[in-house]
């Protein structure tokens, strides 16, 4: 019995020696990696114009030398060796959030918005900002500073087939859809990523967030942080907020994943941190209007922000593509905070139409906030997509489309004519679509709209009362003094080398490197700490969730009061809180349009008439695809000079496509006498449309009824139109290249 139970200590002991042997050992790494990330802080912190760009750069513009300066500036990315850029192709434009880090998460790797740009061939520029604002900066300076930007990119690409895509990242969305209102000429398409538009919009029980505003009584502790910091208002409380948002990976999961794996982990956690921990200010200005306009007061869809000439931001003066990325996993900007600002604005996809607009957007099932500008995967699927496919988005029709991907294998019909691992289709959608998503319940927004004049109330008094003693009691040292005792920021400080306790980490680290021994994944004590690590993990979980759903009640409860509405002058049944006016003038503007475009049915050749057949025939797919995009690509590449321009071509499309929906009757009636002088052999051109109407599928039977009525209408035998191979088509002459060109 003896010898049994010393066998089973040995047994026993053998592992707990391995396991505590590897704990400590990783201990001493992860403490190591710990004064690394102080360090690296620190440095960055030093830097004047830090950023984590994986890209070399050169400044191009530097925003604080303008009339009204602003700590922006605008680099050209250069292109790493091998990478072939085509200077007829568009600019990429990607513009990082000011949301409390430094810039630069754009493009912080390969495999990045930046990178995905650069390998379709694009050239790709970015606007960054230094940690400090200049004196006297607004959110308006920046816009106008952006705006030179833009017009200056332009100018260097005065052969580009269309104007800068822009990419708005976050905080960036929101900032360029504001610009886009106010100097749409400048603009190509738009990529919004993981943007706010619609600031009141949550599901119960899922968007925490949207509450806070509410519960801390409004803007006036925003204008209290600026007083403490003397007109600055310190970068490192926003990104407090989003760490409160998920305390067990804040707390815990952050910092156990690189602990559990050091040996691996290390690299990938540094080069984040040196982004996350990269905290810039703003001016104390610049953030109230952030908060005042837009998060509590939800005014930018609304149409409510005016600018300091008494304009108004109406984002239904955008005239480019906009698409919006978002995600179901962001609990930063949810899906319906990124796209029911479509609610407030339009009543239906006709009223869409009528303002020229093309909407897409694509929801992810599952990516975080941060991962929608930093995952590779997401790099190397939707965003190498857009860059691929900016040219098929900027030729869609006006509407509201939903992006969907498909893997592409062996086997995809059409394959050849998609590039990369993923093909693209633009589905057609309606606001009901984005309904479905929830969000947009009228008691609610009476909520929101009582905690907006609640807010209002607070900051008049805090002003009038309280910010005279701040502002006499806060001196220099004394708001620098609390900006580097913020509580990010200590952490950071205190496992660096600044530190003395730290000093003999380094050796202890290269000692334990020399003589690291992991322990065996079989080993029952590691078991026991992953399931530690996951009980952690859980209770914070539950402390998190029990804490949500207490402040979601404690909102409701006060600002859904009756007493405190009528007290803000919220009437019981009030509704369209949010929803933007109508404009006489874009009533007679649509009513002149329509009557021009009528004029226009009967006027024009067989370019107008393919255009049209074309658009007619694919009508009741409710979309396109990437690969009939391509095929018809292929055929305006053979046509050289005589080809439209890309912008050209945006506008035949557009206009027949408009012609269709006025009405479509007369618009194909007018067909035959579209190619009334035409002679060549229309059975070619038919061949040529039916190749691109199947890239992607045959047709169905109603296409095929569609498609027999053209041929009818071109006086062609409709079995003439015998299929082709569509890469042989840009090699035949004559008249059938007028789809292409």
């Not at 149409?303 to 003066?317: A, H, P």
């Not at 179901?328 to 796209?339: E, H």
């Not at 929906?661 to 035959?672: F, Q, V």
Request: with cysteine; proline share 5%.
């Amino acid at each position: 019995m003896a010898s049994e139970n010393a066998t089973l200590a040995t047994a026993f002991a053998n592992p707990a020696s391995e396991y505590l042997i590897d704990a400590v050992q990783r201990g001493v790494l992860f403490m190591d990696t710990m004064r690394q990330r102080g360090n690296q802080y620190l440095e960055q912190s030093a830097k004047l114009a830090p950023h984590v760009l994986e890209f070399k750069l050169e400044v191009v513009l530097d925003g604080r030398t303008f009339e009204r300066p602003v700590n922006y500036i605008l680099v050209r990315i250069v292109p790493p060796a091998g990478t072939a850029i085509d200077e007829t192709r568009r600019p990429f434009v990607v513009v990082d959030p000011r949301a409390g880090h430094g810039p630069g998460i754009g493009g912080f790797k390969a495999d990045s918005e930046i990178g995905v740009a650069m390998k379709a061939g694009h050239p790709c520029y970015f606007i960054g900002f230094l940690p400090d604002p200049m004196p006297g900066q607004t959110i308006e300076d920046i816009g106008r500073a952006e705006a030179i930007f833009l017009e200056k990119v332009i100018s260097l690409h005065p052969n580009a087939d269309g104007k800068p895509c822009v990419i708005g990242n976050c905080q960036a969305g929101w900032a360029v859809m504001m610009l886009a209102a106010c100097r749409p000429e400048l603009f190509g398409p738009l990529i919004i990523a993981g943007s706010p538009l619609s600031y009141w919009a949550g599901v119960r029980g899922e968007n925490p967030m949207r509450y806070t505003g509410g519960l801390l009584g409004g803007s006036w502790m925003t204008a209290f942080a600026g007083d403490l910091g003397l007109g600055k208002f310190d970068g490192a409380w926003l990104v407090q907020n989003f760490e409160n948002l998920n305390p067990s990976n804040t707390l815990w999961s952050k910092q156990y994943n690189l602990y559990s794996d050091i040996d691996k982990e290390a690299p990938r956690y540094l080069g984040f941190e040196r982004w996350w921990g990269g905290h810039v200010n703003l001016n104390a200005e610049e953030i109230q209007f952030i908060v005042d306009e837009l998060f509590v007061g939800n005014k930018l869809a609304a149409g409510m922000i005016k600018t300091s000439d008494g304009g108004t931001i109406d984002l239904r003066n955008i005239h480019s593509p906009i698409v919006v990325f978002c995600s179901k996993g962001d609990n930063i900007t949810p899906p319906v905070q990124a796209l029911d600002w479509l609610l407030d604005l339009y009543d239906d996809v006709r009223d869409i139409r009528s303002h020229g607009q093309t909407i897409v957007y694509t929801i992810h099932e599952s990516v975080g906030h941060l991962g929608i500008f930093v995952s590779g995967g997401v790099a190397k699927k939707q965003h190498d997509e857009f860059a691929s496919n900016i040219d098929l988005i900027d030729l869609l029709p006006p509407g509201l489309y939903e992006a969907v991907f498909e893997k592409r294998t062996e086997d995809t019909r059409g394959g050849e004519f998609a590039g990369g691992n993923w093909i693209m289709h633009c589905e057609a959608r309606t606001l009901n679509d984005i309904r479905a998503l929830g969000g947009h319940d009228p008691a609610e927004e009476r909520c929101f709209a009582a905690a907006a004049r609640v807010s209002e109330t607070n900051l008049a008094f805090y002003r009038a009362w309280v910010q005279p003693w701040v502002r006499a009691m806060v001196s220099n040292p004394v708001a620098e003094a609390i900006r580097r005792l913020h509580p990010l920021r200590t952490q950071y400080e205190g496992f660096s080398d600044a530190n003395p306790l730290m000093g003999p980490v380094k050796q202890m680290a290269e000692t334990v490197r020399e003589q690291r021994a992991e322990v065996g994944e079989g080993n029952p004590f590691l078991a026991m700490q992953v399931a530690v690590s996951k009980q952690i993990i859980q209770g914070l979980d539950s402390f998190r969730d029990m804490r949500d759903k207490f402040a979601e009640q404690m909102f409701f409860a006060v600002y859904g009061s009756p007493v405190v509405q009528a007290a803000c002058g919220i009437e019981p049944d009030q509704t369209n809180l949010r929803k933007a006016g109508k404009s006489r003038l874009h009533h007679e503007l649509l009513e002149r349009r329509i009557a021009e475009l009528r004029a226009k049915i009967a006027v024009g050749g067989l370019r107008e008439a393919l255009a049209r057949a074309l658009i007619y025939v694919g009508k009741e797919r409710g979309g396109l695809d990437e690969r009939g995009f391509e095929a018809v690509r292929r055929l305006r590449a053979e046509q050289g000079h005589a080809r439209l321009s890309l912008a050209e071509f945006k506008t035949l499309i557009r206009e027949q496509f408009l012609m269709l929906l006025i009405d479509e009757e007369a618009a194909l009636s007018a067909i035959p006498s579209l190619l009334r002088e035409e002679s060549g052999d229309r059975s070619k051109v038919l061949a040529q449309l039916k190749d691109v109407l199947s890239v992607r599928q045959e047709l169905t039977p109603s296409e095929q009824q569609r498609f027999r009525r053209i041929a009818q209408l071109f006086n062609t035998d409709p079995d003439a139109a015998s299929a082709s191979k569509v890469v042989a088509l840009g090699n035949q002459k004559g008249p059938g290249t007028a789809l292409a060109s």
